[in-house]
């Protein structure tokens, strides 16, 4: 919430989200092949977009991982792709740090995931069980992965300066 945000917290969130890749992708430009074939792939959040209450400063540092991405797709065009991916809820450390009060503020958004839906058929049981802690199915860090590697491969040289939805329908942008 506003009123709780720490200049230092803003500075490390920032510092992780935001001046990290900037320098990593400095760093690797010079190394970077001149044919296009390269592929960058930045990780962003749904927070970017959702105005989720208590992530002003969360979200607003993936909001400008995606602007950077689409930048970098135009100053990069002769060497990769550049694109970013925005998962929703994934499993893990992270999610779970989440208070109750921030799930039951997004339960709403959860309920009208397609992709939050535990099935037993398709998940088991264990993930049926699982999904009501969380009010919903949270996505495998493999699934992430996946849409990574998906807009890694040669097939996508058509792909840049895109925001991919990795987040099971949580945020569907055009």
Known sequence: MIPNVKVDDFTETYRVNVLGPLLLVQAAQPYLPKDRSGRIVNISSV??????????????????IEAMTRTWSRELAENCTVNAVNPGPVEGPMYAS?????????????????????????????????????????????EIAGVVGMLCGEEAGWCTGQVVCANGGMLMLH
């Open 47 to 64: 927070s970017s977009s959702t105005g989720f209450v208590g992530q002003s400063v969360y979200g607003g540092s993936k909001a400008a």
């Open 98 to 142: 989440n208070s109750e009060e921030f799930l039951e503020g997004i339960e709403g958004w959860i309920k009208h995931t397609p992709l939050m839906k535990a099935r037993e058929d398709l998940h088991g049981k264990e993930a049926v069980e699982e999904a009501k802690q969380w009010h919903g199915r949270l996505a495998k860090t493999g």
